[in-house]
C-alpha cells in the first residue's frame, strides 16, 4: 500500500501563487494515475471535485477552472516521490480543501477530471487553501 501526503496549503490573496505538494511514500508501480482534487468545508464528500491529474504516460488533464493557471507535475526517482501542483493567479472560488490522490496499475480515464473521485481509494488527508479578495 502507499501513503499519501498533502502540505503547502495557506492563505493568499486574490491574484497571488502556491505550491501544493504530495508526499509518496510506499509500494507503487511504474504504472499509475494521480491527481488533485478539492472539497469546500460544509460541502458533502461526493461534492469534490477534479483539479488536474496526471498519469504515467505523461498525460496532464485539468479542470476548466484551473487551465491556464495551475500545473501539475511529478518529481520522480525513479518513482514518483512527490506530485506538486502549482497555482498562480488565485481567485477566492479556490478557495478549498485540497487533496491528492493516486492509484497505480492504470492510467487516467479521460471522464476521471469530470467526476468526484470516486474511483481513487487512497488519498492524503487534505490541506486548506485560502483566498482572500
Known amino acids: 500500500q502507499w501513503h499519501l501526503e498533502e502540505s503547502g496549503g495557506a492563505s493568499v490573496e486574490a491574484g497571488g501563487s502556491l505550491r501544493l505538494s504530495c508526499a509518496i511514500s510506499g509500494k507503487q508501480y511504474s504504472t499509475y494515475c494521480m491527481g488533485w482534487f478539492r472539497q469546500i468545508p460544509g460541502k458533502e464528500r461526493k461534492e469534490r471535485e477534479a483539479v488536474a491529474l496526471i498519469d504515467s504516460d505523461g498525460r496532464l488533464t485539468y479542470a476548466d477552472s484551473v487551465k491556464g493557471r495551475f500545473t501539475i507535475s511529478v518529481s520522480q526517482n525513479p518513482n514518483p516521490s512527490t506530485m506538486y501542483l502549482q497555482m498562480g493567479s488565485l481567485k477566492p472560488e479556490d478557495t478549498a480543501v485540497y487533496y491528492c490522490?493516486?492509484?497505480?496499475?492504470?492510467?487516467?480515464?479521460?471522464?476521471?477530471?469530470?467526476?468526484?473521485?470516486?474511483?481513487?481509494?487512497?488519498w492524503g488527508q487534505g490541506t486548506q487553501v485560502s483566498v482572500s479578495s
Open positions: 490522490t493516486a492509484e497505480y496499475l492504470r492510467l487516467c480515464s479521460p471522464t476521471l477530471i469530470s467526476g468526484n473521485g470516486r474511483e481513487f481509494v487512497t
